[in-house]
């Protein structure tokens, strides 16, 4: 009776075990076949990464309650920029996933978070000059401008602001002007400001996310943004990802 039971364990163990692996195995597949449909702005095979186990169970139902997205991409003119997005409910029959026959994943939600490098935000703001650098808790700006009162271009610098303007393009101000950490008269700063007041042209931002939030920090300018109903084509699709307009017609 002893060695019954035993044996009953022993076979239980090697089944668990064996169902993990192969549970941890069809997550990579499906992960490496799933980046087919999420690449396209990233021009290369991103990295996806498919949450929540046991897979086996999401892939029998053809629903994938979280999958995240994450690479470097060029977004527009911007270079060097990171995307790490999750993809909620995303949904993909296990017959599809392992036949490659499906052409398009859809999604019912999708947040993304964008990290823009500042030299690249400086680059598009055309100010001459312009050195965007986060220091301490603060987002710092200086330009090279020509400056009354002094013969040469002096190097202006200030606590800049960032704020999203129209949904198209960040705006770009700079406050507590000064020079060489001297205060600006009125009258001076008044000549400058339209000068540090400028518009950082934004890119359509990959799948389809629109813009919620922008945040500075020390690794550059994050931007939040989320889309509703995707659905996103195979790599080798020349159509891009759509996104489904859901509201009811006027």
């Known amino acids: 009776m002893l060695v019954a039971l035993l044996v009953v364990a022993v076979v239980l163990v090697v089944l668990g075990v064996g169902l993990l692996v192969l549970d941890g195995r069809c997550a990579t597949l499906a992960q490496q076949h799933a980046s087919a449909y999420l690449s396209a702005p990233f ?4 990295t996806v990464r498919v949450h929540g186990r046991p897979f086996l169970t999401q892939a029998v139902r053809g629903r994938y309650r979280d999958v995240e997205v994450l690479g470097r991409l060029r977004v527009g003119e911007i270079r060097d920029a990171t995307l ?3 993809l909620t409910n995303a949904y993909l029959p296990a017959r599809d996933l392992l036949g490659r026959r499906a ?8 947040e993304g978070r964008l990290v823009l490098p500042y030299d690249e935000l400086a680059r598009l703001a055309r100010i001459p000059g312009l ?7 603060r987002l710092m700006a200086s330009a090279a401008l020509p400056v009354p009162g002094f013969s040469q271009l002096a190097r202006v610098s200030g606590e800049a602001q960032l704020q999203l303007s129209g949904g198209a ?5 700079i406050r507590g002007i000064s020079v060489a950490g001297i205060a600006l008269p009125m009258a001076v700063l008044s000549q400058l400001l339209p000068s540090l007041d ?3 042209p934004l890119p359509p931002l990959p799948y389809g996310l629109q813009v919620t939030d922008l945040t500075p920090t020390a690794t550059g300018l994050v931007v939040d943004g989320s889309a509703n109903a995707v659905v996103f084509r195979r790599y080798d699709d020349p159509a891009r990802p759509t996104v489904q307009d859901e509201r009811p017609e006027a």
Do not use: M, Y
């Open 198 to 200: 400028a518009p950082i």
């Open 131 to 137: 050195v965007l650098a986060f220091e301490g808790e």
């Open 103 to 110: 052409r398009e994943l859809p999604c019912e939600h999708v």
């Open 84 to 86: 790490v997005a999750h």
């Open 169 to 173: 393009s960040v705006r770009l101000r």
């Open 43 to 46: 021009g290369h095979p991103a």
